[in-house]
């Protein structure tokens, strides 16, 4: 996600705090350097313009330049006109009083809004919760023209585990509409996500269309899908949707794959309205929020600690982490509990992807560090290839053991013998730890 743009500006900022003296020549030289990154990676060539002004005439002010840190104070700024940029605060769903919530999708075919409706069925089950438990979600769908769209927004309302209504066969989409939100009254639904129509481009009958739906509906929230890929004409579609439609949010969808995140930049600034979420992969919990004060740290190299803590939340069980803490301090961690911790791991996403969320890591850095993701599916099916007696008592394991392990698996003897490996090693330095002053001096020696 903005990986070239966040490629570019790190290394202007370095180079910029990396300076001896900072004058009103160098600072402009950077931002040429910048606006010439903005306008690579898709930013509307206003957005960019205007982006970089206001960071020159907050930069060359006397009171900078004339600072110990004056390098450090021109990122600072422009930081805060990224964060400015992006919309300065967190814009969340907002829900209604009468229920259901109405959140109507609306985008071009294509940008992915039938995935999103699974993803937002997810999230608000995760996150919105009442005192009788999750909230429940009705998905249904008014996109009677593509082939198939009905049923497979019922195949990604199972997988969320969300209700799904269907009107009967030749229905209009208005009175489709209308008809979903009486099954989601009658049914007792906190929320109706109503999935739209598409087009390949923006044309006269599909925008009659959503203008009679809104009212049929009675939409509480209106957003509008959009593919991250599309560049500078993401522009022109979110002012034709909230001219025409009106759009109370924006979402930003396939952002993990080549998106150069220009419209991320422009939308927000050209529309006036909010980005609440930015899609990430096809699974339906690859959904994040859209926090302007984050995403600018990433952009720039500053990290995201609060996401890495958030996703860690989501992975992890508090009571299975103490519980491992206590086998830790009992010495008593077994392969399963290695098994576990890889499985956890493995939710909270690629682990390169986690890296980047630590502040002040470079990019060389995360190269070298880069895990050996073949080695760890490796491990991973080697361990389930496993008994569970051969997981909790790993002494059993002995040669005709390992040999029906690795043909399990599919891997090698060898692969077994270099993850038992790995792991007795692994037990010794936690017992080293444990020890505290005394067991590290001989771990540094390498003793054991």
């Known amino acids: 996600m903005f990986e070239a743009l966040a490629d570019r500006l790190q290394g202007i900022v370095r180079n910029l705090t990396g300076q001896a003296r900072i004058t009103p020549e160098n600072i402009r030289d950077s931002l040429r350097e910048v606006r010439r990154a903005l306008l690579e990676a898709d930013v509307q060539v206003g957005v960019a313009r205007d ?14 330049l004339k600072s110990l840190s004056a390098g450090q104070q021109v990122v600072s700024i422009v930081k805060d006109e990224l964060e400015r940029l992006l919309g300065r605060t967190p814009v969340t769903l907002a829900g209604s009083p009468h229920v259901p919530t109405v959140v109507l999708l609306v985008g071009l075919q294509g940008s992915g809004k039938t995935t999103f409706a699974g993803k937002l069925a997810v999230w608000l089950k995760a996150r919105d919760r009442s005192s009788t438990g999750a909230r429940r979600v009705l998905l249904a769908s008014a996109d009677v023209y593509r082939p198939a769209a009905v049923d497979q927004l019922e195949r990604v309302a199972q997988q969320a585990g969300a209700g799904f209504w269907r009107a009967p066969e030749g229905t209009a989409p208005v009175e489709i509409a209308r008809g979903a939100l009486e099954q989601a009254r009658a049914g007792g639904f906190d929320f ?5 129509a598409g087009r390949l481009q923006i044309d006269e009958p599909m925008m009659a269309e959503l203008e009679a739906l809104r009212p049929a509906i009675r939409a509480h929230q209106v957003l509008l899908v959009v593919d991250g890929m599309t560049g500078q004409e993401a522009v022109r579609i ?11 949010g924006l979402v930003l969808s396939k952002m993990d794959g080549d998106a150069r995140g220009g419209a991320a930049l422009s939308l ?7 980005i609440l979420f930015l899609g990430v992969g096809e699974k339906l919990d690859g959904l994040e929020t859209f926090d302007p004060s984050r995403l600018a740290g990433r952009i720039l190299g500053m990290g995201d600690v609060v996401g890495l803590v958030e996703k860690a939340r989501a992975a992890v069980n508090e009571q299975e982490a103490a519980q491992l803490a206590e086998k830790l301090r009992r010495s008593d961690f077994t392969l399963e509990d290695f098994l576990d911790q890889l499985l956890q791991v493995k939710k909270m996403g690629p682990i390169e992807d986690l890296m980047k969320m ?24 080697i361990l389930l290839s496993m008994t569970r007696q051969e997981r909790r008592s790993p002494r059993v394991i002995d040669g005709s053991r390992r040999r029906r392990i690795a043909a399990g698996s599919g891997t090698a003897v060898s692969d077994v013998n270099q993850l038992l490996r790995d792991f007795e090693q692994a037990r010794k330095m936690m017992k080293r730890l444990k020890q505290g002053p005394r067991g590290l001096a001989g771990l540094r020696r390498g003793r054991g």
């Open 358 to 381: 630590l502040p002040g890591v470079p990019k060389a850095a995360l190269e070298q560090a880069r895990p050996d993701n073949g080695r760890l599916k490796r491990h991973e099916a």
């Open 268 to 274: 927000r600034q050209v529309t006036g309205k909010p």
């Open 51 to 64: 982006f970089v002004a206001r960071v020159e005439a907050r930069a060359v002010g006397e009171e900078v």
């Open 192 to 196: 109706l996500v109503f999935d739209t």
């Open 238 to 248: 979110g002012q034709t949707f909230a001219q025409r439609v009106g759009v109370d």
